[in-house]
């Protein structure tokens, strides 16, 4: 008889987790739904910027106006030599040597 309460009860526990993942589906699919719905809004709102569906057409900076420029020469931080792959596990090997 223990087995068959033993049974039961995992049946139980097992049909409670059911109804949480069923619910917590449902309230995502609300929330994915709630998202579309607000972006679908967005697009059509010609004051948020890049969420028309024309960039150009948004008003508002351009996107690249709020960053700073950067300083010339620091978007190529190698200094030309090529024998750095990025890994230095190697690197106690050689100054023992």
Do not use: C, F, N
């Not at 526990?13 to 929330?31: F, H, I, N, T, W």
């Amino acid at each position: 008889m223990s087995e068959h309460r033993d049974h039961d009860a995992k049946a139980d526990e097992v049909e409670r987790d059911l109804d949480e993942m069923q619910e917590a589906g449902e309230r995502l699919q609300e929330e994915i739904d709630s998202t579309g719905d607000e972006w679908e809004s967005k697009k059509r709102d010609s004051s948020v910027p890049g969420a028309a569906g024309m960039p150009a057409d948004a008003k508002g900076p351009d996107p690249e106006s709020e960053y700073p420029t950067k300083a010339p020469g620091s978007e190529d931080s190698s200094d030309g030599d090529d024998s750095s792959d990025g890994d230095d596990s190697d690197d106690d090997a050689d100054e023992a040597r």
